[in-house]
Structures are given as C-alpha cells and as structure tokens.
C-alpha cells in the first residue's frame, strides 16, 4: 500500500472510552498510533514515520487536536505578541508549529479572529501555511499550524544579507501563488505580508502565514502600534486610512521583494546610519514621497520594471497578483532553487 493512504474499507469499531485498557493509549481525541498504525475514530491508517514526505496524518478540518496532545520540543521563534514554539503529536509524532499569543481580546476581535482561521482551515492553498486548529483560552489564543522546519525569509536574510534576483524570481512565484488564492479564492486580504510571515520549508517550499490575524490584533489590541516595523510594508492608502483591497498586499509584496534584493529596507531614514525617529516620519515618507525603486545599475530591467508594477502608490496603477503571475520575470523562473538554496543553509 502507498504510504500514507487510508485502509479503503477497514472500519473499527473502537470500544467504549470507559474501557481502561484502551483508554491510557488514546488521546481525548480518540487517535492511537502503534508503529506504523493509527487508529482513530475513521478507522485505520498505514503510515511511516520514517518518510519525512509522509503526507500529514491530521486534516485541518479534522476538529480533533487539543492542546494537551503536544509536547513542546523547543522555542523557534517569537514575534511581537506571541511565541511560536516547535511541538510534536504525542500519537502520531508528527511536528507543528504552536504559535501562543498571550493577549486580551475583545469579543468583535475574538470573533473576526476565529473567523480568519475558520477561512484557512476550511480549504488549502497550495503556498499559505496550513494553519489545523486555534484555540482560546484564559486570554491567550494558541494556534496550531503547519511547521515550516526552514525559518522566515527575514531568518534567511540575516544570514544572507541579500538574494540574488533569479532566486527572488522563483521565491516571488510562489508567494504570489499564495497571494492569488488568498484574494481570489478565499477573498481576504494579508494585511501584514513581511519577511517574517514568508516561511520556507526544506523541500523549498514558500508559504505566507499570520494573514489577517496579526493585523486584527495590533488595530483592536493597540498592541505595538505606535512601534516601528508595524507600518513599514503598510501601502500607502492604508497609512492615509482610506479604503483599500487586495492590491495593498502588493505594495508590501514590492517592499518585501526590493528589501531581499538589496538587502536594505526601501526607505532609508532622513539621517542616514541614524533609524526612523518615528513612526510618523516613515508614514509621511511612504505618502508623500515618490515610491522606491530597484537600482538599473544593479538590476534587470523585468526586475525593475516588476518592483515598480508593485509600488505604484494609486492602487489602480498598480499591478494585482493574477497579472504579475504573468509577468515575463516569472516566466523562465526555476522554482527548484530554493530547495537547492534550502539544503545549503538550512541543517
Ligand atoms: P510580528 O509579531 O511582528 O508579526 P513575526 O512575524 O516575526 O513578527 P511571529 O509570527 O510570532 O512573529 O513569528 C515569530 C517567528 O517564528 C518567525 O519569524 C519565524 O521564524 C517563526 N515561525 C512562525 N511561524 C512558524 C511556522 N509555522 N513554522 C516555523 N517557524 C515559524
Ligand atoms: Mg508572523
């Protein structure tokens, strides 16, 4: 049998919970795992954990996880609210990410929050991280997500210092993969793509996650907004608090692409060496200022004209993610690259 597949037929009628001696195997959601065997409530699967490829043994829409199946195996990351841990399912042994944010969150907020991840949990996209269950409880929401064992891009960039623009080519590919489903398929904007929330895999795979959920946060929670960072990649109708869609993702997507490229963030401060004084400086820099731009010196001419199809400041001359999908610098891109990049720099 292929591994990973369900038994077609094979239905077991588990015993009752009461039963002691089944009972201290399975978890409060009713899966054991004997070697190469998982037993749940759907019946059996044949499974090998020694495949690293195994496809994941839990679905999200499988409703079962419950905190207390994980063990906690080390901290991978935090962020600004919350901390993301690496844990591992104590009966399928298979590894997730648990990102915990410890936060007081009004009911409006908890709602649209649970609605997000209602979104992401309903259907898959292909480059967004799989995000399998959310919980909340006694002020803290803890998410389980799909684990991403190669980091952020803004991990890969602080060993790399810059990405060399046909890598960035196939890196861009695959987030705009991402970023189409999100807008056409499932109809919601990221609102804070970064190079944080653009995660890598050891088959080299790029996924988006944190869309929608960070950004309801830090509006409802007035948690870190005054902090800089939270505006950088922010389109500029978003600062100027106008209405604004999909194509604010691709402003910050423009940023996000010229950062890598260069190494830099795109807006340098007034006095340079020094920082952004404020907050507000760099909003009225992103308003008032033509957009940045790819040094042509530097950099082809499909990647300049690309960064600048990205940032255009009116959203309607800028480009959306379907027509940058067929724009040329994507065309001849090979996305096998970052798995070869992946296996360089990432144990
Ligand atoms: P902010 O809180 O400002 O949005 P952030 O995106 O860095 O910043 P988190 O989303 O909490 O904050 O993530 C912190 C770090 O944890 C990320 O930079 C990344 O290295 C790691 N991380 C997050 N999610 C995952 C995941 N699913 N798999 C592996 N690592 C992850
Ligand atoms: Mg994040």
């Given amino acids: 049998m292929k591994k990973g597949n369900l ?3 094979l239905k077991l009628s588990l015993p009752s919970p009461d039963e002691t001696s089944l009972a201290k195997f399975l978890t409060e959601s009713g899966t054991f795992m004997d070697g190469d065997l998982l037993v749940n409530r759907d019946g059996v699967r044949i499974v090998s954990q020694s495949q690293s490829d195994t496809p994941p043994l839990i679905h999200p829409s499988d409703n079962q996880l419950m905190l207390a199946d994980f063990d906690a195996i080390k901290v991978v990351g935090k962020g600004n609210g919350g901390i993301v841990r690496l844990v591992q399912h104590k009966w399928t042994g298979q590894f997730f990410a648990l990102k915990m944010i410890q936060m007081n969150v009004d009911e409006p907020a908890r709602r649209q929050i649970t609605k997000e991840l209602k979104i992401n949990q309903s259907s898959q996209c292909s480059n967004v991280v799989v995000c399998y269950q959310s919980f909340y409880d006694n002020g803290a929401i803890s998410i389980i997500l799909e ?14 210092r810059s990405v ?8 861009c590919k695959q987030v705009l993969k991402g970023l189409w489903c999100l807008h056409h398929e499932k109809h919601i904007i990221h609102r804070d793509l970064k190079p944080s929330n653009l995660l890598i895999n050891h088959r080299g795979e790029v996924k988006i996650t944190d869309f929608g959920v960070s950004a309801i946060l830090a509006s409802t929670s007035g948690l870190a907004n005054t902090q800089i960072g939270t505006y950088n990649y922010m389109s500029p109708e978003r600062i100027i608090g106008g209405s604004y869609g999909y194509k604010s993702d691709i402003w910050s997507l423009g940023l996000v692409l010229l950062e890598c490229a ?3 963030f795109p807006y340098s401060p007034p006095q340079p060496g020094e920082g952004w004084v404020s907050v ?9 200022q033509p957009p940045p731009q790819a040094p042509s010196d530097k950099f082809s001419p499909q990647f ?17 993610a379907n027509e940058l999908m067929r724009d040329p ?3 001849h891109c090979i996305e096998s690259l970052i798995a070869r990049v992946v296996s ?3 144990k």
């Fill in 329 to 331: 610098l994507l065309q």
């Fill in 280 to 288: 507000y400086e760099l909003m009225e820099t992103v308003v008032d």
């Fill in 262 to 264: 260069t190494g830099q």
């Fill in 304 to 320: 300049c004209s690309f960064i600048e199809a990205c940032v255009q400041k009116d959203p309607k001359d800028r480009a959306s």
């Fill in 147 to 160: 684990y991403m064992d190669g980091g952020s891009l803004a991990d890969f960039l602080k060993t790399v």
């Fill in 344 to 346: 360089v720099y990432f």
């Fill in 164 to 171: 060399p623009e046909h890598y960035l080519a196939a890196i």
């Fill in 7 to 9: 038994a077609p037929n």
